[in-house]
């Protein structure tokens, strides 16, 4: 055994209450975590009298876990249904506030301002979660994206481009399959994971199986493989499956496995389709009053155009999926499940509680309550290829931590009960994150709401 670390003035000591460290199902007593610029130092007996170190006494109800990792992590809102725009300055906040601590917008409306938002985070000038940069969407979800002119060699040159200008990760949707293979290819060499928005290869679109040949890292929605012909879309495969059919269940376990054989992440996103569809009253509850982060202006212009009528694909397809996933599960497939939550708001709900959904639903699916907390974890940490710092909480790890009252091994939900929130060793209350932020999303007047119009201001 090395010589024990001793505290330091300036270290940060977590004493008491359960730990939960992202690598068993089980928790156990937290014997003790020092923090020391950003990172854990050890997790074991730590003797912090008379050390100066700042020490933290927590109850027993306190709940220790990693921090949650969002890897479709939109910071778009459509305040007006005029067209998405993003906005860095409340979302950031409300992330961290529910213990995501990393997150992947999963494709940027506009890279400028979504720029801009990092660096005010990275500078400190407003709280928030790691962002890592996903840069513009790769194919016709981009505006004035042309086909056409995208061949491979254009491909290969902007994607360059974005890589030496700090994306960490690239986001397919509405490519093609020469298309995609580039876009593999640039962003494999430099080090950067591709996850891709697919279909089933109708009308010239990648099915993920075909993807996954290419070396893809994520699938997001659908699974793909023989599940999914090429003579229909992929959402009317999905929600007309009949998962007593013998042959449907044998192709979709076939692709399971594919995924499992070939190190590719599966990104479901269950609850991002509910949003639209009838919204199941114990996944859509509220435990904030989300709308109350809205301006009185904005909160007025999107109570107008509330409820939303639910569309009837979507409810299938909802239920669908949950049911999917659990097969996805069954089939091995566990520890390739990563955790994306898709919502693009329109302010009735905000992409940064969503993760709690998220993770309400896996389990209402049959996934035990610690594997659920894996996807949104370690599972996810590996899917984007930074687990060697982050996902579980080990000495050598950045201190990316989330303390929660209650027990999500045993209520999932307890996951919402955030008491304590660090991000790279800094301690957060949740409640003063949620106070600084209530009445500050969005225009404060008619005179300010041309800019989260994103089709005039955007000019799509």
Do not use: C
């Amino acid at each position: 055994m090395g010589a024990q670390i001793v505290p330091q003035e300036g270290d940060l000591v977590l004493l008491g209450g359960v730990l939960w460290d992202g690598a068993s199902d089980a928790s156990r007593p937290n014997p003790g975590i020092l923090i020391r610029n950003g990172t854990i130092l050890t997790v074991g007996r730590v003797d912090a009298a008379g050390s100066g170190a700042d020490v933290m006494s927590l109850g027993d109800d306190a709940f220790i876990m990693p921090g949650l990792f969002d890897l479709h992590a939109h910071y778009a809102v459509d305040l007006f249904a005029e067209g998405r725009v993003d906005e860095y300055t409340v979302n950031p906040v409300l992330f961290l506030a529910n213990g995501v601590t990393s997150t992947f917008p999963a494709g940027e409306v506009d890279p400028d301002e979504a720029r801009t938002g990092r660096m005010r985070v990275a500078s400190g000038e407003i709280p928030g979660p790691r962002i890592y940069s996903s840069g513009p969407y790769w194919g016709s979800a981009r505006r004035g994206w042309s086909h056409a002119a995208m061949t491979p060699d254009s491909i290969r040159k902007e994607a360059t481009y974005w890589a030496l200008n700090g994306v960490r990760g690239f986001k397919a949707k509405g490519i093609r399959p020469e298309q995609l293979e580039v876009l593999v290819e640039v962003g494999h060499e430099h080090g950067i994971t591709v996850t891709g928005h697919l279909d089933s290869g109708v009308r010239n679109s990648v099915n993920p199986r075909d993807a996954i040949l290419m070396g893809i890292d994520r699938i997001e929605h659908f699974m793909g493989g023989d599940a999914f012909p090429s003579t229909q879309s992929a959402y009317a495969s999905l929600e007309a499956f009949d998962l007593d059919d013998a042959t449907t269940l044998a192709r979709l376990e076939a692709q399971t496995s594919f995924f499992v054989q070939q190190g590719a992440y599966f990104d479901a996103t269950l609850t991002a389709y509910g949003y639209y569809a009838g919204k199941e009253p114990q996944v859509y509850d509220y435990w904030q009053d989300e709308r109350g982060f809205l301006t009185p202006y904005a909160r007025a212009q999107v109570e107008a155009r509330l409820p939303r009528d639910p569309l009837e694909q979507f409810e299938r397809i909802y239920h669908m999926k949950r049911r999917t996933i659990k097969l996805f599960f069954d089939a091995g497939g566990g520890d390739n499940i990563s955790l994306g939550t898709d919502h693009p708001s329109w302010g009735e709900w905000w992409s940064g509680f969503g993760v709690h959904r998220e993770l309400h639903a896996f389990v209402l699916a049959g996934i035990p309550n610690a594997s659920a907390l894996r996807f949104g974890t370690i599972n996810s940490a590996r899917a984007f290829g930074v687990d060697a710092r982050l996902g579980t909480v080990e000495a050598g790890k950045y201190a990316d931590l989330l303390i929660v009252r209650g027990d999500p091994l045993t209520t999932i939900t307890d996951t919402r009960n955030a008491i304590h929130v660090i991000r790279s060793g800094r301690l957060y209350d949740p409640d003063a994150l949620f106070d600084s932020v209530l009445g500050k999303m969005g225009p404060k007047n008619e005179a300010e709401a041309d800019w989260w119009k994103g089709n005039l201001r955007l000019g799509r």
